[in-house]
Nanobody, 119 residues
Framework: QVQLVESGGGLVQAGGSLRLSCAAS????????MSWYRQAPGNQRELLAS???????NYADSVKGRFTISRDNAKNMVYLQMNSLNPEDTGVYYC?????????????WGQGTQVTVSS
């Protein structure tokens, strides 16, 4: 049973920084892409950043230049460094990983971590 657990969310003032972490556990053969999503109140979940197994990066325009995604393959972890936060960054942040297990190859989601940016 694969499980993803996020951490690092919290309350921060505008202009501040946070670093989110997401760890995958269970019987894992390999992990391809790792991504971070955000869901603000009343909005759909949106893709913020992704990193492939080869290290290719992709960012949403809204976070480009402020957020940095990185991964540690040895630990099955993905990180999101968030700088220059503003109130529009408030929401629940989810990690997603494309994981191959003995039973399947599919995307798995974490439970989400709340980020609140005060003005």
């Amino acid at each position: 049973q694969v499980q993803l657990v996020e951490s690092g969310g919290g309350l921060v003032q505008a202009g501040g920084s946070l670093r989110l972490s997401c760890a995958a556990s269970g019987i894992i053969f390999s992990i391809n892409s790792m991504s971070w999503y955000r869901q603000a109140p009343g909005n759909q979940r949106e893709l913020l950043a992704s990193i492939t197994g080869a290290g290719s990066l992709n960012y949403a325009d809204s976070v480009k230049g402020r957020f940095t995604i990185s991964r540690d393959n040895a630990k099955n972890m993905v990180y999101l460094q968030m700088n220059s936060l503003n109130p529009e960054d408030t929401g629940v942040y989810y990690c997603n990983m494309e994981i191959t297990t003995p039973r399947s190859a599919r995307g798995f989601w974490g439970q989400g971590t709340q980020v609140t940016v005060s003005s």
